[in-house]
């Protein structure tokens, strides 16, 4: 997967966070944004890690 390519799914996935947020709401959305924002930067870490190397 390229750098590309990753900029495109963070961005929808972003967009998608943003709907969730707007309808849903409440401190629930809250934990699961901030998880999902540590899953992709340990992702981001990762892929530089491993592609880089």
Do not use: E, N, W
Not at 29 to 46: K, P, S
């Amino acid at each position: 997967m390229d750098i590309l390519t990753l900029g495109i799914l963070v961005v929808l996935g972003l967009i998608a966070l943003f709907f969730v947020v707007k309808f849903v709401g409440g401190c629930l959305v809250r934990f699961l944004v901030i998880a999902l924002v540590l899953a992709a930067v340990a992702y981001l870490i990762y892929l530089l890690f491993f592609q880089g190397a």
